[in-house]
């Protein structure tokens, strides 16, 4: 990130701050703006939704590419953090549960940006690659306990799951943030889960 070089005083600590604050809003509205309107998102409504100057968001983000990496991996974040929280949370089982439900809102975002992260993954698969693997290690984190415990059929891989879970999504026709599509999309997410449970040892 393109930001002012720390310094000794405490001058430069609220730039600091006020910098890390536009980088979080510019975020939170891409996310929304992407999730809503796709590659038809318009930088300019971003930053000024966003309440900063256009310069301030190419300051933190150069390129299109750049704001639509950082939100795809904002999202990735988010996963990563709900297969740690979710199991202190509940058992095995239902934090799976948990997990994959929120993984439409994960995919709501990245369907509203699909065309846009095809095009990227022809020039940078290296960085969806980094990506991918972090996405399939918290899957794993997620599944693997629900297996341990019985209540999951053992016959099932991370992989499999992320790509039930996606199709599932992009078969939506509309972005997964819509009311009815997010409906729909969950329901179909509760239809794998109790899949997952059929034929486990633990199953009632």
């Known amino acids: 990130m393109a930001e002012t070089p720390a310094a000794s005083t405490g001058e430069c600590k609220p730039m600091r701050a006020d910098a890390a604050r536009n980088r979080d ?7 929304q703006t992407f999730t809503d309107k796709g590659a ?28 639509v990496m950082a939100v795809y991996s904002r999202q990735i974040d988010a996963l990563e953090e709900r297969s740690h929280e979710l199991p202190a949370q509940h058992d095995p089982v239902e934090a799976l549960h948990e997990w994959m439900r929120g993984f439409v ?11 846009l992260l095809r095009s990227m993954m022809q020039s940078s698969p290296d960085a969806f690659a980094e990506a991918r693997g972090r996405l399939r290690a918290a899957t794993e984190r997620i599944l693997q306990p629900a297996i341990d415990a019985g209540g999951i059929r053992g016959d099932v891989s991370a992989e499999e799951l992320l790509r039930a879970l996606g199709g599932i999504c992009l078969s939506s026709g509309t972005p997964a943030g819509a009311t009815a599509s997010a409906a729909s999309t969950i329901a179909l997410v509760d239809l794998v889960f109790d899949g997952l449970r059929y034929g486990a040892p633990s199953a009632s």
Not at 25 to 31: D, F, N, P, R
Not at 44 to 50: E, L, P, R, S, V
């Open 40 to 67: 038809d998102a318009s930088l300019d409504h971003i930053a000024k939704a966003a309440g900063v100057g256009i310069g301030t968001l190419y300051r933190h983000f150069p390129t299109r590419e750049d704001l």
């Open 105 to 115: 809102d994960y995919y709501a975002v990245k369907q509203g940006m699909v065309t």
């Open 25 to 31: 809003k510019l975020l939170k509205v891409a996310t």
